[in-house]
């Protein structure tokens, strides 16, 4: 009987010199969360010890942060890991390695499992990067089914919510797998605590900076533009999507000013225009972009930023001339 995914991978982990830390990208969506918990029970479950989930920002969203408590998520900020050395072994979940959204800690990343567009060889002895996936949890599913292992109750609910957040309700860039693996998911979840979940989307605090934000949307033609005060990248994600499905909006660019640069999100709902094709036109010269055809992110570090023309100015001008090349 062949190999499956998860047999190479724990055979590889097997090895490890000392502890194994599995790493999201720097602030967790619940997609990231539910795939990092999914591999920890797995690799867990096969006899994988010494093992942690570790991420390097704070996490701001609040149905991020009641994921945590629901599913008693074992997630610890790097900063806290103290045995965290050049001797561990990573296994990056939900990101890959040289993207703006993810720190390169003193570990050796071995493995990589990821839906977003493909890096390139970094180094890793083991790769599952499948671009044409909605979401990286429909993917740890998947490990669970072939492998005849059931997912735990708690475990599934939030592989569950994974593939129901970052596909919007099995609406954007859903794979036959996303779709597959969610209704094997659905039997086995507590659908009561997507209800909760789904209750605790926003918080207060959230609102504020929406508020704010949504006062800044400007449109042109299709193309909406949107400026958020918080850098919060599951923030301007959030308002994002909000704001393209508002009647005649298509596509979105959302920015906001960090200390060290600019982060960007871009959703777009047309099928000739992609989002990850958009921010890459956006950043060229001046940063680095990528994603998926319906939603991607970017960022521009302060360096690189025009000194002769405000942020909005320089950015709208690139995002309409990318606009208009695509409507001919």
């Known amino acids: 009987m062949s190999q499956t995914k998860l047999d190479i991978l724990v055979d590889i982990l097997k090895d490890a010199p000392d502890e ?3 790493q999201p990208h720097n602030v967790p969506d619940p997609d990231a969360i539910a795939s990092s918990l999914g591999m920890y029970h797995l690799l867990s479950q096969r006899g994988i010890q010494k093992l942690a989930i570790v991420y390097d920002q704070e996490i701001e969203k609040a149905n991020s942060l009641r994921m945590l408590e629901l599913f008693n998520v074992p997630m610890i900020p790097a900063a806290n ?10 296994v990056l979940v939900d990101a890959q390695k040289g993207n703006a959204n993810i720190t390169d800690l003193p570990t050796d990343e ?3 499992i990821d839906h977003h567009e493909y890096t390139g060889n ?12 909605g979401s990286c949890s429909a ?5 669970f089914f072939e492998n005849n292992i059931e997912p735990p109750r708690i475990v599934a609910t939030a592989l569950l919510y994974g593939i129901f957040m970052d596909t919007d309700n099995l609406t954007r860039g859903a794979s036959d797998l996303d779709i597959n693996m969610f209704y094997r998911l659905y039997r086995l979840s507590d659908i009561d605590l997507i209800v909760e979940l789904k209750g605790n989307e926003i ?15 400007e449109i042109y033609d299709e193309l909406g533009f949107l400026r958020l005060r918080s850098a919060n990248d599951s923030l301007l994600g959030a308002a994002g999507d909000i704001v393209v ?11 906001a000013q960090k200390e060290n640069g ?9 099928d000739d225009v992609k989002a990850n094709d958009f921010i890459r036109y956006i950043v060229a010269g001046y940063g680095v972009g990528g994603g998926h055809d319906n939603m991607a992110g970017g960022f521009i570090p302060n360096e690189n930023l025009s000194k002769s023309r405000s942020l909005d100015t320089f950015l709208k001008h690139r995002a309409i001339a990318f606009y208009e090349r695509c409507n001919g």
């Open 110 to 112: 071995v493995a990589v």
């Open 245 to 255: 499905s508002v009647s005649g909006v298509n596509i979105v660019v959302a920015y």
């Open 122 to 133: 970094m180094g890793y002895r083991f790769e599952d990067v499948r671009p044409n996936i």
């Open 203 to 217: 918080s207060v605090k959230d609102l504020e900076f929406y508020a704010e934000a949504f006062k800044t949307v």
């Open 20 to 22: 194994v830390f599995i």
């Open 262 to 270: 600019v982060k960007l999100s871009v959703r777009s709902t047309r």
């Open 81 to 90: 890991a103290y045995t965290l050395g050049e001797e561990d072994w990573a």
């Open 139 to 143: 993917i740890v599913a998947e490990y």
